[in-house]
């Protein structure tokens, strides 16, 4: 960035301190197609690329008292965007425990029937908990976990929207998430929920 961005960056800061909301859109139109590029090689979905865009112009917009001019402000934006994304992966990381768990435990070693039955018993807790979805939210998942569906073309077949897909698939999927953290030898079913419904939009 040379000086006279920079200076002009402090300039637009001095403004949005004072609640100038021009100068925020300025800022915005600056840096959130860099910051959009930067975010969505980590993130690789567009909408949650775009709600982080959201929540980092937001945090923005909240602190904008606190700002500080003498600061390289594409520094400050994309450390708090990092951080964000970093939040990110750390959340699904202890989501995502239960798989590393149920990878080593029931398909690298499942080697003796005792291990296939209980393998067969997590395929049958898991119906139960399906069944406990409301009736649409289940018919969704159902195409998406057992068919292997794509998002657009289950929307398609069911006449709605792929984001009303997208958002049933994750409820579905914290419901699920949840019964099985209720019971702890339910873990295993994750692997097979979450790595089934990745990938799929």
Do not use: C
């Not at 600061?71 to 239960?98: C, H, W």
């Not at 029931?106 to 393998?119: P, R």
């Not at 702890?184 to 994750?190: C, E, P, T």
């Amino acid at each position: 960035m040379n000086l006279h961005s920079e200076n002009n960056d402090n300039r637009l800061i001095s403004l949005l301190q004072e609640g100038d909301k021009k100068a925020f859109r300025l800022l915005f139109e600056k840096y959130s197609s860099r910051l959009y590029q930067f975010a969505i090689k980590y993130l690789r979905d567009k909408e949650d690329t775009e709600d982080l865009l959201n929540e980092v112009f937001l945090k923005i917009w909240e602190n904008r008292h606190s700002l500080k001019t003498n600061t390289v402000f594409q520094s400050y934006l994309f450390t708090i965007a990092y951080n964000n994304i970093r939040q990110r992966f750390l959340k699904k990381s202890r989501e995502e425990k239960y798989i590393r768990i149920f990878a080593e435990e029931y398909i690298f070693d499942s080697a003796n029937k005792e291990e296939q039955f209980d393998y067969l018993l997590f395929l049958k807790k898991l119906d139960e908990i399906i069944d406990l979805l409301p009736p649409r939210r289940k018919e969704i998942f159902i195409l998406s976990f057992k068919k292997e569906l794509k998002n657009k073309v289950i929307a398609s077949q069911l006449e709605l929207s792929e984001q009303f897909v997208k958002n049933q698939l994750s409820l579905a999927r914290k419901f699920i998430v949840k019964k099985m953290q209720e019971d702890k030898n339910l873990a295993g079913i994750l692997f097979f929920f979450l790595f089934s419904s990745q990938g799929k939009a």
